[in-house]
């Protein structure tokens, strides 16, 4: 989470209670938040600087979300987050192409608009940062190369490691690990699966030592991160 403190978030809201209760939740995640009730206002604004995250509500004064959202896809691929006032609205919505990477209804949980905020931030940063995957998994083979190099995996070891590469960032429990693992067999204690993930982790590194891509996430389980090129 800690790779979008500081983003910038512009929250264009006509009510100023949910306006409100979605600048806070997002300065105590740590991003810079600001909101504004007018979509013409929104509008020349992002105009003269780009948001990092962009969260709209449907009906605005001024110009309306969908309008809005329009209008910036025709200079920025901002992530936008939509908010929609019921969830019938969201099949017309998504007829009318907006450019809206996400969909979030009224009424929402803030922590569940946040959890999407940040899922998109990380998204733009994974497209900003976008180079060719260090590695390639060969799914009818059970084999991943690593760099060039083919990994020696056992079965299990390229099950869970697959699992980790669908996802970089994502913090996977023991159990996840284990249920991609052992579909069928959950015999396995967490000091094995320890052992799996420092088996992988010998392995990635034997090919490239400077790949310490798996941290473990204390009292939760793993996180695989992309090495850098
Ligand atoms: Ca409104």
């Known amino acids: 989470m800690s790779s979008s403190l500081g983003s910038r978030v512009l ?12 600048v806070d939740y997002l300065r105590h995640e740590g991003l810079q938040a600001h909101s504004l009730a007018d979509g013409q206002l929104a ?14 509500d449907l009906g605005l004064p001024g110009l309306d979300g969908v309008s809005l959202c329009r209008e910036v896809r025709q200079f920025s691929d901002v992530p936008i987050l939509m908010l929609t006032a019921r969830v ?7 007829g009318l192409n907006s450019g809206a990477d996400d969909y979030v ?4 949980s803030p922590r569940e608009v946040m959890a999407r905020v940040q899922a998109l931030l990380r998204r733009a940063q994974g497209r900003l940062a976008a180079r060719p995957l ?15 190099q083919w990994l020696a995996l056992t079965p299990l070891e390229f099950r869970m490691l697959r699992q980790m590469l669908n996802h970089p960032g ?27 993930v420092k088996n992988i982790r010998r392995k990635l590194q034997a090919v490239h030592p ?20």
């Open 11 to 22: 929250v264009v809201e006509d009510d100023p209670r949910i306006a409100m209760l979605l």
């Open 43 to 56: 509008l020349n604004e992002i105009r003269h600087a780009v948001p990092d995250l962009l969260i709209l």
């Open 88 to 94: 019938d609205e969201l099949d017309r919505l998504l």
């Open 105 to 108: 209804c009224k009424p929402f």
């Open 134 to 148: 260090p590695w390639e998994v060969d799914e009818a083979g059970l084999r991943i190369a690593w760099r060039g």
């Open 170 to 196: 994502r913090v996977y429990s023991r159990q996840q690990l284990l249920d991609s693992a052992h579909p069928d067999q959950r015999e396995v204690s967490d000091r094995a699966i320890d052992t799996h």
């Open 210 to 229: 400077a790949d310490d891509c798996i941290s473990s996430v204390y009292g939760v389980g793993y996180r695989f991160e992309a090495p850098a090129p």
